[in-house]
Nanobody, 120 residues
Framework: QVQLEESGGGSVQAGGSQTLSCAAS????????MGWYHQAPGKQRELVAA???????NYADSVKGRFTISRHNAKNTVYLQMNSLKPEDTGVYYC??????????????WGQGTQVTVSS
C-alpha cells in the first residue's frame, strides 16, 4: 500500500510565502516524476510543477519565477516553495507521484490535497 501525505497548507496574505511537502510511504521500488497540481474553486486540476528523478523541472507559466519544486530522493519527498503568492493561487494543492511498486508496475498516486488560501 502506497500513500502520499501532504503538509504545509494554510492561510497566507498576498505577497507571502508557503512551503508544501509531500512524503510517499509504503512498498516503493522507485519513484520517477513527482509533481504538484492546483485546483482552484470551480475549476479543473492543473499541473503547477513537476520534477523528475534526475531533478529536471517543469513549471506552469503562471508560477514561473515564484514557485520552486524540489525533491529528496532518499526520503521519497517532494517540496513546493511558493513565494510572492497571489489570491489566484488559492485552492487545493495535490501531490502526484509516478511510483513503481514492482519490477514492471508503474502508476500514478495522489495525495489527499492540502488547502492554500491567499487573501488580498
Amino acid at each position: 500500500q502506497v500513500q502520499l501525505e501532504e503538509s504545509g497548507g494554510g492561510s497566507v496574505q498576498a505577497g507571502g510565502s508557503q512551503t508544501l511537502s509531500c512524503a510517499a510511504s509504503g512498498f516503493i521500488f522507485s519513484i520517477t516524476t513527482m509533481g504538484w497540481y492546483h485546483q482552484a474553486p470551480g475549476k479543473q486540476r492543473e499541473l503547477v510543477a513537476a520534477i523528475t528523478s534526475g531533478r529536471s523541472t517543469n513549471y506552469a507559466d503562471s508560477v514561473k519565477g515564484r514557485f520552486t519544486i524540489s525533491r529528496h530522493n532518499a526520503k521519497n519527498t517532494v517540496y513546493l516553495q511558493m513565494n510572492s503568492l497571489k489570491p489566484e493561487d488559492t485552492g487545493v494543492y495535490y501531490c502526484n507521484a509516478e511510483i513503481r511498486t514492482g519490477a514492471t508496475t508503474l502508476r500514478p498516486y495522489w495525495g489527499q490535497g492540502t488547502q492554500v488560501t491567499v487573501s488580498s
